[in-house]
């Protein structure tokens, strides 16, 4: 089972990568993780391809109240048969209703809303932050 974050955006100087990073290699000593920027929707489509479970970060999606609760939606996905599992992140203007509807999962971070950096930051920090709950390790508290 691999992990996935890929997002709409565009390859600038990204002030919140250096931590991205940070984050990604602590989810990826866990579960192998991979961090990408797409141009568009087309090609983040493309790279996805078939047999990945697909969670979809929308406004519309699934929230949860608590870390906890999230750690535990992130459990059900450690559980799914070894499938790999792509998290995405859309662009300016969200998802496509086609790509939306191959959603396996939509989650939600908040009922705010986030440039699409800031949503990356928080979804690579809150997988680590789950993966550290499920292990029982301190960085929780």
């Known amino acids: 089972m691999k992990w996935f974050l890929y997002s709409v955006g565009h390859e600038k100087a990204d002030p919140l990568e250096p931590l991205v990073r940070e984050y990604a290699a602590r989810v990826a000593r866990k579960v192998p993780f991979t961090v990408k920027v797409f141009p568009d929707e087309a090609r983040l489509e493309k790279a996805i391809g078939e047999g990945r479970v697909r969670v979809v970060l929308t406004e519309h999606g699934a929230q949860d109240a608590s870390s906890e609760a999230f750690a535990r939606r992130v459990q059900t996905l450690l559980s799914r048969e070894n499938r790999d599992v792509v998290f995405v992140i859309g662009g300016a203007h969200g998802h496509s209703p086609e790509f939306l509807a191959k959603a ?3 989650w939600s971070l908040s009922n705010l809303t986030f440039p699409h950096r800031v949503a ?22």
């Open 120 to 141: 990356r930051l928080l979804l690579t920090e809150q997988l680590y932050r789950a993966l550290s709950i499920l292990a029982n390790e301190p960085y929780h508290h």
């Open 104 to 106: 396996h999962e939509r």
